[in-house]
């Protein structure tokens, strides 16, 4: 039982994501999509959103204003009538909306909620070329900036806790198994610890995204221990199953699609090309290996019952019996019958 209870946190958790930094840095070469989507973040009615543009160009070849290009926010909730506008009239500038609040440089929100930054281009054909700086953030009531999303303030706190948690987990499978020197205690104590050391590196670059914006270095650690603990948690798997080495050599490949693909997901962002293509990968390397260990657990068990059967004495004699009525009469016993 506890260790179904240790299993079920550990998949759980295992699970957790960051808040990517909401100070981004961006370069964006030769794009020509006319709406690019740049960040999401939830406001409060002190939210803040701040672009610095370092440099910005328009290639076209029409004569057409090429000053038809701008960032703007919309609300969630009016992100299905903006798509129904452009749907309508395929010419149609989304700068002219009047659900999207177009600005230059600086934009106070009125209203809380979640809000998607985007960048348009409305002039057909034409390529931009530009690098800027994004700065989202909420005022506290001392009127500090905080830079993690509306709802996602407690975050550095609840790692730190749950960091606790799997520390005081630590110390009692190694008081409770130090005499028990087997291998399957050790990976199990050595996958509470990375857990443990993966939550306190979440929490710290949490607090330093709440604070400056940045994760300050903190999200390089966290990915490395975060990628063995989840190594490890596949290891006591099939230490418990013993399946072929071969499945465990497919999780672990699928392990390092699935956070390569989480890698450039998270420290990039929905405006580069192909970012959805990452985020599929992710999605692709997660579910697959908890297929292989579902499909595996099956087939062991279907095995397991065909063994404990084979076992059974009345199968045993049912075989036996079988084997008496098709053996084939000696020509002794033959002569005996007449």
Request: charged share 15%; hydrophobic share 40%.
């Amino acid at each position: 039982m506890t260790r179904l209870l240790f299993f079920a946190a550990a998949i759980l958790l295992l699970l957790a994501t960051l808040v990517v930094a909401e100070i981004k840095s961006i370069t964006i070469s030769d794009d020509s999509r006319p709406v690019i989507f740049l960040q999401k973040f939830g406001f409060t009615q002190t939210g803040h959103v701040t672009i610095y543009v370092s440099s910005i160009s328009v290639s076209s070849s029409s004569s057409q204003d090429s000053s038809r290009t701008g960032f703007y926010l919309v609300e969630d909730e009016s992100l299905l009538k903006v798509d129904l506008e452009l749907q309508q009239n395929s010419s149609f500038c989304v700068l002219d909306s009047h659900y999207v609040h177009y600005f230059d440089q600086s934009y106070p929100i009125t209203s809380p909620g979640d809000y998607s930054l985007f960048f348009a281009n409305c002039v057909p054909g034409a390529k931009v070329s530009m690098k800027f700086k994004t700065e989202m953030y909420n005022l506290d009531p001392n009127g500090s900036k905080d830079y993690l999303p509306a709802g996602s303030t407690q975050q550095p706190g609840l790692f730190l806790v749950f960091s606790f948690c799997y520390l005081t987990f630590f110390g009692m499978w190694v008081c409770f198994c130090y005499n028990k020197k087997q291998s399957i205690n050790v990976l199990i104590a050595a996958l509470l610890l990375m857990k443990a050391i993966s939550l306190i590196c979440a929490a710290e670059v949490e607090h330093y995204l709440k604070t400056t914006g940045t994760p300050h270095g903190w999200n390089i650690p966290f990915y490395l221990f975060q990628f063995i603990g989840k190594v490890l948690l596949f290891v006591v798997i099939w230490s418990f199953l013993k399946p072929k080495k071969k499945l465990l050599m497919m999780l672990v490949a699928f392990h390092v699609i699935s956070t390569i693909g989480s890698i450039v997901g998270g420290e990039t962002g929905p405006y580069i090309q192909n970012w959805s293509l990452w985020t599929h990968i992710f999605s692709f390397g997660e579910v697959s290996c908890w297929v292989w260990i579902i499909s595996s657990c099956s087939s062991m068990k279907l095995e397991s019952q065909n063994d404990a059967a084979s076992r059974h004495p009345k199968y045993r004699l049912g075989q036996d019996n079988k084997l008496n009525t098709a053996q084939p009469r000696t020509s002794e016993e033959t002569l005996r019958t007449i």
